[in-house]
């Protein structure tokens, strides 16, 4: 749906990458151990592509449409860390989300 998005409003369009995340076949092996940097590298990814479409503008294509929102990190994060690791991650989250712009419009979509 976001694939069609963009098209129709000509804007850049930003895809979650997780296929070549180094912890998700750790995750799966042992997930109780592998959850804090697997969640972090996540946050990591999500921030770095977000900040890269933002500090670098296509100039023909000013609108970005997402598949997902930041805040999904720390979504996920709550559901799936233990105190005290929730609130490092909550920290993490609150200092590269302080330099990201807010959405203007969010879509939620629903099967």
């Not at 129709?8 to 592998?34: G, M, W």
């Not at 805040?71 to 989300?97: D, G």
Request: no cysteine; proline share 7%; charged share 25%.
């Amino acid at each position: 749906m976001s694939s069609l998005m963009a098209d129709d409003f000509n804007a850049t369009l930003v895809h979650e990458s997780f296929a070549d995340n180094p912890f998700l076949a750790e995750f799966y092996k042992n997930p109780e151990r592998n959850v804090f940097p697997l969640e972090t590298s996540f946050l990591a990814e999500r921030f770095l592509q977000l900040k890269n479409v933002f500090e670098h503008p296509d100039l023909f294509r000013p609108m970005v449409i997402s598949d997902y929102i930041f805040h999904k990190s720390l979504i996920f994060a709550t559901q799936n860390l233990l105190e005290p690791e929730i609130t490092l991650f909550r920290k993490l989250f609150e200092i590269m989300e302080a330099s990201l712009p807010k959405p203007d419009v969010m879509i939620y979509l629903h099967r």
